[in-house]
Structure formats: structure tokens, C-alpha cells
């Protein structure tokens, strides 16, 4: 190991060291989140980041991987939470066009009948 190396690898053990009690975070608290939950998103976003940037800085090659891996994966979950709000909605409104054609279908043969008889 050359000299010039020793300080990054020492940079690089105190991240991993001082990363511990975010990992203790997400383990805890974050995990019981759902996966698509906001507050968990943005915390991944941040954490992905962080992990990339210091990454980039102390020439850590998997380190930075790993956080734009992290970001990657927040950014598919966000994307995949905002598809399945849409997919709900139309749901709901076509369920919403069904019952109302189902009750002009019902209602169809009473208005039939009235308008007759008028």
C-alpha cells in the first residue's frame, strides 16, 4: 500500500464507521415503513446521495455504486407509487361509469313506461 493511500483508506473507514448509526436508522425505524412510503423514499434518496457523493470524493468505486443503486431504486418505487395512485383513480372512476350505466340500464324501462303513459 502506497503512502498516498493510507489517509483515503482511513477517510473511507471512518464513512463506513460513522454510517453505522444511520444503517441502525433505516434497520429500525425506516424498514417498518412500506416500501413506496414518502418519508422512506426521500430518506433512500438522501442516504443514496450522501453515499454517492463520498463515493466520487474518497474513490470509493462501490461505494458510489451502491448509493446510485439506492437512488436508482427510489426513483423505480416513486415512479411505481405514482402509476399505482393512477391506476386507482381510473379505477375508481370507471367503477363510478358502471353503476351510473347500471342504473340507467334499470331505470331505462320505468322511464319508458311514464313517458308512455303521458
Avoid: C, K
Avoid at 473507514?13 to 436508522?25: A, D, E, F, K, S
Avoid at 430518506?43 to 436508482?72: C, N, P, Q, W, Y
Avoid at 393512477?86 to 311514464?114: C, V
Amino acid at each position: 500500500m502506497r503512502i498516498r493511500t493510507i489517509p483515503w483508506a482511513i477517510l473511507r473507514t471512518q464513512y463506513r464507521l460513522g454510517r453505522v448509526p444511520i444503517r441502525m436508522l433505516e434497520e429500525q425505524l425506516v424498514a417498518r415503513m412500506g416500501p413506496e412510503a414518502p418519508v422512506r423514499l426521500l430518506f433512500e434518496r438522501a442516504i443514496g446521495a450522501l453515499d454517492a457523493a463520498v463515493g466520487i470524493v474518497l474513490a470509493d468505486g462501490a461505494l458510489e455504486d451502491e448509493g446510485v443503486a439506492r437512488i436508482e431504486r427510489a426513483a423505480e418505487l416513486e415512479e411505481a407509487a405514482h402509476l399505482d395512485e393512477i391506476a386507482a383513480r381510473r379505477l375508481r372512476q370507471a367503477d363510478a361509469e358502471l353503476r351510473r350505466r347500471r342504473d340507467e340500464a334499470r331505470n331505462a324501462p320505468r322511464q319508458a313506461a311514464q313517458t308512455g303513459r303521458s
